[in-house]
């Protein structure tokens, strides 16, 4: 079980949207951008841990529901005064189908 | 000795591959060409000018009759291959047996068809082919009413093919805007605009329910309720590759018939090409990469050495007569950024994205002459870090030299230079006016009236006046909305209203929005005034929400929610608090809790629980409490006469009344009321938002308390005598309200805004009063909906999309 895995349709997250997945190393927020690009994230802020799956979607970033920190969803990185960052996770959308590397749970069940 | 190709398929790609192989080799084949329509290969992008009758079907055939005998083809049109064997090396058809010893694939692709109720019915086709353009032509009189499902290219040419020809056509897309593949929201509003400029009406983000009629097509129902009558359906919702023969003949399928870079399939005899072929998990629809395949297949035919490559495509598209271009990669993305340029009064809009030092994508709409300098550059991946400043004005700038600087461009216009469109302000006359003591854009307004109209030229008459002033100069005191535009709040909404901008990315494209899709900020902020402006029109854009309202419930802490369900007036029954009960049981509630609207909280709740719990509150007849919106949450009351033996009124039955009106507006902030039956003020309405004290003589209407971060006691707007009077005027003032305060202002910090006084003239004026008083039924007939019950019927969207916790396990 090594590499990119099938999640779901793509249109099952709306666009500027995401979805969540769960996994033994808790959520991944799975976002769907306004031009369907993918990206995901550990689906809690290092601030306060909010759910970042059910921040605003805008160009490539997202805001925190809880205080409105900011993230670059590529890098993970917090925008502006705020520092700190959240893990992310490779992923794309290929022919209408969103896939998640899932290669971070190997490494963990395999520790 | 010949050989046998046997082709099934006469389209573009098949045309292109048969001219290459034969032109080569004219004696290598015997060939046979199959095709399930009955004529040969014509261009099959030129159906369009045939539709809208700039052209007939004789002027776009590419091979006729002549061509095929002059070159030995068979010609099987007409006749459907309906079997590849294999093992024999034939291939089916009704007539009989084919023997070959290569075979080339070439069925195209099939138009993909929703499956709603109502597909089969006569009048409903697709746009692939000659006899669909013709079923169009034939129902496309003037005045036959003609409905297209899919705003892509296909739909939209389709679309106004029919309404070249006089039909009455409406376009009823999925998507937020038209052809969201090659186009973002700005230009796919321009386009839509432009559309509905030439009569085509435009219905985004509609979902088809079903197509109703009996025998015969007569209307379109969408999910959300509305009704199109059509004569003729068009459905242009997408094609798929055509591969049912590659299928049943064991070939390898993925999307598409698997191809390898020498267009062979997965049996070295048979080869494929065109828009039914799948190469490195790649689909093609352009027809520039298919004539670069039609080239490799006749090489691969001969034996020669060839590899298909697909090249980065560039989109230039007239629909219509609408410009519109896109290449490269014009995707939001990490670490790229993006200029744009709009220039609302023309309809321009461009859009250029770089990737570090790099040119990686361009969508332009209205002016698209720069199309193919900006495609070079995205092709030559040339470092454009000298040109930045002035990339997006094109080679024509580019000559004059990188230097250029955006304020010396308004410091090189002439005095004469036409600034302001709307009032005819020049240069010349803004820059007098500073010269003569107006430091301010509101002066320089006052006594020039430039940018006082439609405001869009605020920005440049900013720039005029930071030049006379230098550093002299700060912007107007109140800020901009947002660092997404140079717009305040009030700026937006009154060129919201004056434009009639009618959608987010409307409102981007005629304010000169800075950033592609918002932020955060403004986004929630124009959803609102967009919702409040246009009621019936403006459909509400969930993803521009904050959680709460888009989950319609509160976030908490820890990341569960909190639900409130509605008690008018703060009155319940048993019953109901039976089913609030049962409620916390089953779902486990952690907390319920008393609130200070007079309702019930249950918090704690998790989000996947939400649909459920709200389904059973929804059965025991209660609504949501909107305790999470930007809208109306409670109106407290007291006792009343009912029971009291000081109450005066019934103010327990006049709160219920209230909130029975009120409830599901959306609001700038969130609205609370207070009913008192008495001046003891047990309901303390004194500090709500809007309070409502009953005397003996009937009713105070006191506004702009606040009870949170300032303490305030409501101001006296006016007293009335009855309870229907009450109503109305509550009503009116809460639509004066939503229609003029900037986004989360509460209404006493909008009341110090725009004073008390003007406020009481509004309602003084009875018709004035009416008029605000029907608008809000107007809007309420619209958004006075229980949400819980429409979104507890899709649970599946609040739960997880997948669960990996057990496969980590294996």
Redesign the interface.
Known sequence: ?TGF?D??ALD??????A??????LG?VA?FR?????VFALEDRCPH????LS????????V?C??H?W?F????GLAEGADEGSVRTFAARA??GRVLLD?DF??R??AA | MKQNLVVIGAGMASGRMLEHLLDAAPDAFDVTLFNAEPRGNYNRLMLSPVLSGEKTYEQIVTHDDAWYAARGVTCRFGEHVTKIDRARKVAVSKAGETAYDSLVIATGSAPFIIPVAGRELPGVVTYRDLEDTNAMIAAASPGARAVVIGGGLLGLEAAAGMAARGAEVTVIHL??HLM?RQL??AAGYLLQKDLERRGIRIHCKGATKAILGNGRVEAVLLEDGTVYPADLVCMAVGIRPETRLATDAHLEIG?GIVVNDRMQTSDPAIRALGECVEHE?QLFGLVAPLYDQAKVLAASLLGQDAAFRPVQTATKLKVTGCDLFSAGD???????EDIVFRDPGRGVYKRLILEGDRLVGAVMYGDTADGQWFFDLIKQGKDVTEARETLIFGPAFAAGGPSADPLAAVAALPPEAEICGCNGVCKGRIVQAVEGGAATLDAVRATTKASASCGSCTGLVEKVMALCLGDGFRADANPPMCRCTDHTHDDVRRLIKSMALKSIPAVMQELGWK??????SC??ALNYYLLADWPTEYRDD??????NE??HAN?Q???TYSVVPRMWGGVTTPAELRAIADAADKFAVPMVKVTGGQRIDLLGVRKEDLPAIWADLNAAGMVSGAAYAKGLRTVKTCVGSEFCRFGTQDSTGLGIRLEKLLWGSWTPAKVKLGVSGCPRNCAEATCKDIGVVCVDSGYQISVAGAAGLEVKETELLMTVATGDEALEVIAAFTQLYRENSRYLHRIYKWVAKVGLDWCRDQMADPANRRALYDRFLQSQAVHQADPWAELAERPADWA??????L????
């Open positions: 079980m895995i999640i779901a099952d997250i709306p666009r500027q949207g979805r969540v997945v769960k996994t033994p959520c799975i951008t306004a031009d369907d690009r306060k841990g909010g759910p059910e921040g605003i979607v805008h160009g490539s970033h805001t529901p809880l409105g900011v670059d969803m590529a890098t290929e022919g899932a749970l190997q963990r069940s | 998507m937020g969201e973002d929201p999307r998990g014009f995707a939001d993305a990490p670490g790229r950033t592609a899709g918002g932020c955060a986004r929630p969930r993803q521009s929400r904050f959680v888009r989950n976030i802490k820890d990341g997880p999309i997948a669960d990996l916790t496969r980590a396990a294996e």
